[in-house]
């Protein structure tokens, strides 16, 4: 679907897009608050635009100055498919987009307060962390810069990004992480005043669980207790024939911890995890004589 018109936070968002951050043109801005936006500090007077729109076939064509000494100042005027006519200096005003002050409102808007951590140059910053989630800006996204944003994300699956428009998505659907379009979730009122809807964020979000983190560091444990334990039953079984038919005592969970370096609290969580069973049945069976000689 294509958006005729687009509103005042859409038109910032898209223009932001470019590599000087975007401008705002009268001719085609005027309908919005400019002096509102440069007041807060969103625009900042720049050189006129160089094309001048117009209504005719050909829609418009380049500035030209023309130097006349009858005028103090050359003179804009354009030439196009109606004819060479000279424009209202005014016309071709131009203001352009100052990045740091989008980007502080957007983040501000969310909750985070700037100075925000630029991690890529003018194309990533980190925001802030919300509910165990480190969240992102990402200005703008083409094909050119998705090997940076795989490098950066990849290792950060569940960071969550803030991009500008729905397009954004569709450029970095290659990456794992939820990620939200200001274009959907922000509003700009009359009054130049950002909100964004973290509330709808927020129902997205499932908790980071430390769940999967807790149990890759006890499987780790519990093989290392098995280790420890197979070790046990071959020095038993040496120690069987060598004494003469002597069983050696189980370890206790205090010396096995001592032996993996880690604490009996966690040595009696491996023995009762529900991934722990060969571990358990090693455990319960390291005094019986069939197990040892079995080993
Ligand atoms: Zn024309």
């Not at 007041?39 to 064509?61: V, W």
């Not at 809807?197 to 999967?212: C, H, K, R």
């Not at 890759?216 to 207790?225: A, E, T, W």
Request: charged share 30%.
């Amino acid at each position: 679907m294509v958006k005729t018109k687009l509103n005042l936070l859409e038109t910032l968002l898209y223009r932001s897009h470019y590599d000087d951050a975007g401008y705002m043109i009268f001719q085609n801005d005027s309908k919005f608050d400019i002096q509102g936006l440069i007041n807060i500090g969103l625009l900042r007077p720049t050189t006129p635009s160089e094309f001048y729109r117009c209504d005719c076939f050909d829609g418009g064509g380049e500035v030209i100055w023309v130097d006349n000494p009858k005028f103090e100042k050359p003179i804009p005027s354009v030439r196009c498919g109606c004819g060479f006519y000279r424009i209202e200096p005014e016309e071709i005003q131009r203001w352009e987009i100052v990045l740091s002050a989008l980007l502080r409102k957007i983040g501000e808007a969310m909750g985070f307060s700037a100075p925000f951590n630029e991690v890529s140059p003018r194309l990533v910053w980190q925001l802030g962390r919300r509910k165990r989630r480190d969240f992102y800006y990402i200005r703008c996204v083409d094909f050119d810069v998705r090997r940076t944003l795989r490098d950066i994300f990849l290792p950060h699956p569940t960071a969550i990004l803030i991009v500008p428009t729905m397009a954004d998505i569709e450029f970095i659907d290659c990456l794992p992480n939820r990620c939200f379009p200001i274009e959907e979730i922000g509003t700009l009122d009359d009054s130049l005043r950002l909100t964004i809807d973290m509330t709808s964020i927020d129902a997205e979000l499932e908790p980071v669980e430390d769940e999967p983190k807790r149990q890759r560091r006890r499987l780790v444990k519990i093989d290392q207790l098995i280790a420890e334990l197979k070790k046990h039953y071959q020095e038993a079984k040496d120690y069987y024939y060598v004494s003469g038919g002597e069983i050696l005592p189980r370890p206790t969970q205090q010396e096995l911890a001592k032996r993996i370096g880690t604490s009996q609290d966690v040595v009696s969580r491996c023995l009762k995890d529900e991934k722990g069973v060969v571990l358990r049945t090693l455990w319960e069976n390291a005094e019986n004589l069939g197990a040892i000689l079995n080993s």
